[in-house]
């Protein structure tokens, strides 16, 4: 019975050590690293950093299949460990993993603990256009799927996995980051308890992001058909 932590990664060897090196001074934990064959050779990285940390495992993928396909394989893997939690955050260093403790406090009390931009004292360090995308999509989400939830899109989250199976029980619809709302949905069309903490994302230490104009486009029309097929 361990804690699991998800880290997905698409190049991202210039992040990976300094944020396992963090986790694993925060917590003690197992990190199941997701990597989708990147051409800069985080998948290596992270076979090489194993022999550093025995709780490091790595689930290489054949290639870039996407955010949504890489969450469902590695937390329906994690689940398969009889996890007491699962966790999961961005590599690239916008998620401080020092946060862990606290989210892992406030799932004792409820099923889904999101680590928050939009909750007071969550606040983002990064460019005005990215923040003004992100305002505007949670702005639009909390219209369509409800305002329970403050930051429908946040990649840092701590699951209860009674919850998380019942989740991911049937395949996501989403391909891309809009994963991210669509569990939260199906969370709470299971009666699940949400809670935000609140986060200070910075921006990623390196490295590029994979965000597109796709990723916006998928969010605003699955926004909209889970809507209506309440
Ligand atoms: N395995 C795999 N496959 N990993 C991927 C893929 C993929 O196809 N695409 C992205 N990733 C990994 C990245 O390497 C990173 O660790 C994480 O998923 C998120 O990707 P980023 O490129 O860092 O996204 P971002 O920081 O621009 O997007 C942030 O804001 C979004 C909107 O608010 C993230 O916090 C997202 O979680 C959030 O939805
Ligand atoms: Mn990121």
């Given at each position: 019975m361990s804690i699991w932590i998800v880290v997905p990664t698409y190049n991202e060897a210039e992040n990976l050590e300094s944020l396992l090196q963090r986790i694993f001074s925060t917590i003690d934990a197992h990190v199941l690293v997701v990597d989708d064959a990147s051409p800069d050779g985080t998948g290596q990285l992270a076979e090489r950093l194993r022999h550093r940390w025995p709780q490091l495992d790595v689930l290489h993928r054949p290639g870039?299949?996407?955010?949504?396909?890489?969450?469902?394989?590695?937390?329906?893997?994690?689940?398969?460990?009889n996890p007491t939690?699962?966790?999961?955050?961005?590599?690239?260093?916008?998620?401080?993993?020092?946060?862990?403790?606290?989210?892992?406090?406030?799932?004792?009390?409820?099923?889904?603990?999101l680590a928050s931009r939009y909750v007071p004292g969550g606040t983002m360090g990064i460019s005005?256009?990215?923040?003004?995308?992100?305002?505007?999509?949670?702005?639009y989400i909390?219209?369509?799927?409800g305002t329970q939830i403050r930051d429908w899109s946040t990649g840092f989250k701590a699951w209860n996995p009674v919850l998380l199976a019942?989740?991911?029980?049937?395949?996501?619809?989403?391909?891309?980051?809009?994963?991210l709302m669509e569990m939260n949905w199906r969370a709470l069309q299971a009666d699940a308890t949400v809670a935000e903490i609140p986060l200070f994302f910075s921006e990623r230490r390196a490295g590029d992001s994979k965000f597109s104009l796709n990723i916006i486009w998928e969010d605003i029309r699955l926004a909209w058909q889970l809507r209506r097929s309440r």
């Open positions: 870039k299949a996407g955010l949504a396909s890489a969450y469902m394989d590695g937390l329906r893997l994690v689940l398969s460990r939690a699962i966790v999961h955050l961005d590599a690239d260093g916008s998620h401080p993993p020092e946060l862990i403790p606290t989210m892992l406090d406030a799932l004792a009390t409820t099923d889904l603990v005005p256009h990215r923040r003004l995308i992100s305002a505007v999509g949670n702005w909390r219209g369509m799927l019942r989740v991911l029980a049937t395949d996501l619809r989403s391909q891309g980051y809009a994963c």
